[in-house]
Nanobody, 122 residues
Framework: QVQVVESGGGLVQAGGSLRLSCAASGRVFSINAMGWYRQGPGKQRELVAYIDAAGVSHYADAVKGRFTISRDNAKNTVYLQLNSLKPEDTAVYYC????????????????WGQGTQVTVSS
C-alpha cells in the first residue's frame, strides 16, 4: 500500500520562507507527475505547481518567481520551496503523486497527502 506523508508547514511572517516535503512509501514501480494544490479559507482548491517525470515544472501565475518545486526520485519525494510569502498564500497545502505499481498498468494512480497548514502573517 502506497502512502504519502507531508511535512514542513507552519506560521511565518510575510516575506519569509518555508519548505514543504511530501514523501511516498510503499511498493511503487514508477512515479510520474508530482505536485501541490492549496486551499485557502473560503476558497476552492487550486493547483500551485507540478513537476513531470522529466523534471519539467509548471507554476500557477500567483506563485511564479516565488515558489520552486523539485523532486528527488531516489526518495520518491517532492518539495515545494516557498519564498517571499504573502498573507494570501495562507492555505492548507496538499501534495499528490501519480504513480504506477506495475508496468502493465495503463493509467496512473493518484495519492494525496494529508495536507499541511501554511499561515502567513502580515
Amino acid at each position: 500500500q502506497v502512502q504519502v506523508v507531508e511535512s514542513g508547514g507552519g506560521l511565518v511572517q510575510a516575506g519569509g520562507s518555508l519548505r514543504l516535503s511530501c514523501a511516498a512509501s510503499g511498493r511503487v514501480f514508477s512515479i510520474n507527475a508530482m505536485g501541490w494544490y492549496r486551499q485557502g479559507p473560503g476558497k476552492q482548491r487550486e493547483l500551485v505547481a507540478y513537476i513531470d517525470a522529466a523534471g519539467v515544472s509548471h507554476y500557477a501565475d500567483a506563485v511564479k518567481g516565488r515558489f520552486t518545486i523539485s523532486r528527488d526520485n531516489a526518495k520518491n519525494t517532492v518539495y515545494l520551496q516557498l519564498n517571499s510569502l504573502k498573507p494570501e498564500d495562507t492555505a492548507v497545502y496538499y501534495c499528490y503523486e501519480d504513480f504506477l505499481v506495475d508496468p502493465r498498468e495503463q493509467r496512473d494512480r493518484r495519492i494525496w497527502g494529508q495536507g499541511t497548514q501554511v499561515t502567513v502573517s502580515s
